[in-house]
């Protein structure tokens, strides 16, 4: 995951594609600050690590358009966007509506769970297999209405 966003770094400076150099570069020192939180508590920072941290990035630039675009200032709302895009180039494509389905379906029935008491098993297993791809919001939401 590191390797290729150096690579893409490399392109996006080659080609003088501004933008994309300095998302890259946003994404690059959070990065850092989640290897020296790591480093403090005597661990590495995996590809899943990142993974939940590019989505963080993703979510923070979706609140920051909604609140730019509330304001009236759609250029900065237009910058959260392209953001948006160039970060998401980086996570791995998101489950469908009915892969969600099949997964949490899956999810149920390998962990035999019979009712929304055994929800954070069903959420357990989801997260060990489909971190980076699902929704886990709109799939808790799934979850408690297949299990009800």
């Known amino acids: 995951m590191r390797e290729t966003l150096m690579?893409?770094?490399?392109?996006?400076?080659?080609?003088?594609?501004?933008r994309r150099v300095d998302t890259i570069r946003m994404i690059n020192a959070a990065l850092k600050d989640k290897d020296i939180e790591a480093r403090g508590q005597?661990?590495?920072?995996?590809?899943?690590?990142?993974?939940?941290?590019?989505?963080?990035?993703?979510?923070?630039?979706?609140?920051?358009a909604t609140i730019y675009e509330g304001a009236g200032r759609m250029d900065l709302a237009g910058q959260e966007r392209e953001e948006i895009a160039i970060i998401t180039g980086f996570l791995p494509q998101p489950l469908t509506e009915?892969?969600?389905?099949?997964?949490?379906?899956?999810?149920?029935?390998r962990s035999g769970a019979a009712s929304v008491k055994d929800m954070g098993k069903v959420i357990a297993l989801l997260r060990a297999e489909y971190a980076g791809r699902l929704d886990f919001g709109k799939a808790s939401a799934m979850v408690k209405l297949m299990l009800g």
């Open 7 to 18: 690579n893409e770094m490399k392109l996006a400076m080659k080609a003088g594609n501004r």
């Open 42 to 64: 005597g661990k590495s920072v995996s590809d899943d690590d990142i993974l939940a941290l590019l989505q963080k990035l993703v979510k923070s630039r979706q609140e920051s």
């Open 98 to 109: 009915d892969e969600t389905r099949a997964a949490i379906a899956g999810a149920i029935s």
